[in-house]
């Protein structure tokens, strides 16, 4: 790994406290093995940063500090037993989830069920296709579109099958063919990727790093110096997360799980650092970013409210 754990060992090991200092546990879900890895470890470095600057602060909610108890989540059962645990032994006042789990609705359910706020900070790779679809039915007449790649491909990638879900809804039909002039053209890699008269267009979580805000420019230098790398969506989302809890913890007057679960429910948008995170339908999401590609280059041409669909 590329981070250090003696931070967490420091977070989750502590001396008996009494109750009135004992800290305030708020809970992550995470995995952070096999291909979710990286994005595992960068949602717990964003994290780290969050609890650092509240220790370098002497910052404490009710005379109490607070902390993070992280937990790994390698498959749904352990996901759920996990959780059952965080609620039940820890009692965590609430839960951050992800990245990296297969399917959360079980555990956030688990967790709503016990009265617990819960945010969900993983990408919304369907959301991402969707936005993207949207943006070709607006560009284009053409009700073809070309494709290089088995359809079994797109219907592993949430991103790609988001899309020709929304592309196919109308008289609109797929080829499996080279890109020819004047047709819109699907790629499937790391990104997935739409080429509309020679110019490439994509739907990703974070804008060219020129159209970051002032403080998200700074949080992810001072990210970069601390961990020696670029932070990924896991950890802006994450960081937001944490500190959007941090921030109703704050205005209540009793630090219970119930009253933070009821103060994050009335609130419906947030200041993130990648922008306004809104709450719809019990779920909080992210705005996204149209951006046009040009070799490395990343153009943003569009910013994708956090309430669209």
């Known amino acids: 790994m590329r ?12 001396c008996s406290r009494s109750a009135e200092t004992e800290p305030l546990w708020i809970g992550h879900l995470v995995s952070t093995s096999g291909p979710h890895r990286e994005r595992g470890e960068e949602a717990i470095q964003a994290i780290d940063l969050v609890i650092q600057q509240l220790k370098t602060e002497k910052k404490t909610f009710f005379g109490r500090e607070v902390w993070v108890r992280h937990v790994e989540a390698t498959d749904r059962a352990t996901a759920r037993a996990e959780m059952v645990r965080l609620l039940a032994v820890n009692r965590v006042l609430a839960v951050i989830v992800g990245p990296g789990l297969e399917d959360p609705a079980e555990v956030v359910a688990t967790a709503r069920s016990q009265g617990s706020a819960v945010i969900v900070t993983q990408r919304d790779l369907q959301r991402e296709g969707r936005a993207l679809a949207r943006f070709a039915l607006m560009r ?3 009700t073809r579109l070309t494709h290089h790649w088995p359809l079994a491909q797109a219907a592993s990638s949430p991103v790609a099958n988001a899309f ?4 196919q809804s109308g008289e609109r039909t797929i080829d499996e063919s080279n890109s020819q002039p004047g047709i819109p053209a699907l790629g499937i890699g790391p990104t997935v990727t739409l080429r509309l008269d020679q110019q490439e267009f994509s739907v990703e979580p974070i804008p060219p790093v020129e159209q970051l805000s002032t403080l998200a420019q700074d949080w992810r230098e001072r990210y970069r110096k601390q961990f020696e790398e670029s932070p990924d969506a896991s950890a802006f989302y994450t960081y937001d997360a944490l500190n959007l809890l941090l921030d109703r913890l704050e205005q209540l007057e009793r630090p219970t799980r119930a009253a933070l679960a009821e103060a994050v429910q009335q609130l419906s948008e947030f200041e993130g650092l990648l922008g306004t995170v809104r709450q719809r339908e019990g779920r909080w999401s992210w705005p996204l970013f149209l951006v046009e590609r040009q070799d490395t280059q990343r153009r943003l041409i569009e910013t994708i409210p956090a309430d669209q669909p």
């Not at 981070?3 to 502590?14: F, N």
């Not at 020709?164 to 592309?167: A, K, M, N, R």
Request: aromatic share 10%; proline share 0%.
């Open 140 to 142: 284009t007449n053409a």
């Open 164 to 167: 020709l879900q929304i592309w």
């Open 3 to 14: 981070r250090c754990w003696l931070l967490l060992l420091t977070l989750l090991v502590g």
